[in-house]
Nanobody, 119 residues
Framework: DVQLVESGGGLVQPGGSLRLSCAASGFTFSSYYMNWVRQAPGKDREGVAVVESDGTISYDDSVKGRFSISRDNAKNTLYLQLNTLKTEDTAMYYC??????????????WGQGTQVTVS
């Protein structure tokens, strides 16, 4: 079965940094797009970043220039480096397995999430 386990969240001051990890298993990791998605209380889920199976990367405008997504296919692990954190970055961050769909991406599986709090 697909398993996605996020870690690395925590409490950080504005301007600080965190590094999130997602350990993946149960599927051929290298064949899938991988996303980081976040959700703040009372708000919709928001796609943060995606790395495609060929390594192509894209970011939401709200985090462009501050966050960096990467993947290590040999370790079946996805990463998100969060720099210059702002209070509005506070959310639960999820790792999502994805496939291309139309003009965007389809999130097919999720982890349990890791909480990032900036205050």
């Amino acid at each position: 079965d697909v398993q996605l386990v996020e870690s690395g969240g925590g409490l950080v001051q504005p301007g600080g940094s965190l590094r999130l990890s997602c350990a993946a298993s149960g599927f051929t990791f290298s064949s899938y797009y991988m996303n980081w998605v976040r959700q703040a209380p009372g708000k919709d889920r928001e796609g943060v970043a995606v790395v495609e199976s060929d390594g192509t990367i894209s970011y939401d405008d709200s985090v462009k220039g501050r966050f960096s997504i990467s993947r290590d296919n040999a370790k079946n692990t996805l990463y998100l480096q969060l720099n210059t954190l702002k209070t509005e970055d506070t959310a639960m961050y999820y790792c999502a397995k994805a496939l291309p769909a139309g003009s965007g991406y389809e999130w097919s599986d999720w982890g349990q999430g890791t909480q990032v709090t900036v205050s």
